[in-house]
Nanobody, 123 residues
């Protein structure tokens, strides 16, 4: 089975930094998009950042210049470096990946999600 596991969440003060990591494992044929989403209390889930297999990135306007997404295709991992954190960044962060699960190469790409990791930024 395919599994995404996040790590690195925690409690930090405003202005601090945190690095989130996500590892995909299992019977994987290929991975296309990888990204991070978050959901704060009382708000809808939103895209934070994503990266294609070729390295193209997209960021939410609210995190541009502060967050950096990166991936290691050899390790099937994606990281999110978060700097200059603000209380508004407080949320549960979810890793996602669009991938093909084996054993068949005709398998349709599907979206997989991690369990989420809590990030809390105090003022």
């Amino acid at each position: 089975q395919v599994q995404l596991v996040e790590s690195g969440g925690g409690l930090v003060q405003a202005g601090g930094s945190l690095r989130l990591s996500c590892a995909a494992s299992g019977r994987i044929i290929s991975i296309d998009l990888m990204g991070w989403y978050r959901q704060a209390p009382g708000k809808q889930r939103e895209l934070v950042a994503r990266v294609t297999g070729g390295g193209s990135t997209n960021y939410a306007d609210s995190v541009k210049g502060r967050f950096t997404i990166s991936r290691d295709n050899a390790k099937n991992t994606v990281d999110l470096q978060m700097n200059s954190l603000k209380p508004e960044d407080t949320a549960v962060y979810y890793c996602s990946a669009v991938l093909q699960e084996g054993p068949y190469y005709t398998e349709v790409r599907r979206v997989y999600w991690g369990q989420g990791t809590q990030v809390t930024v105090s003022s």
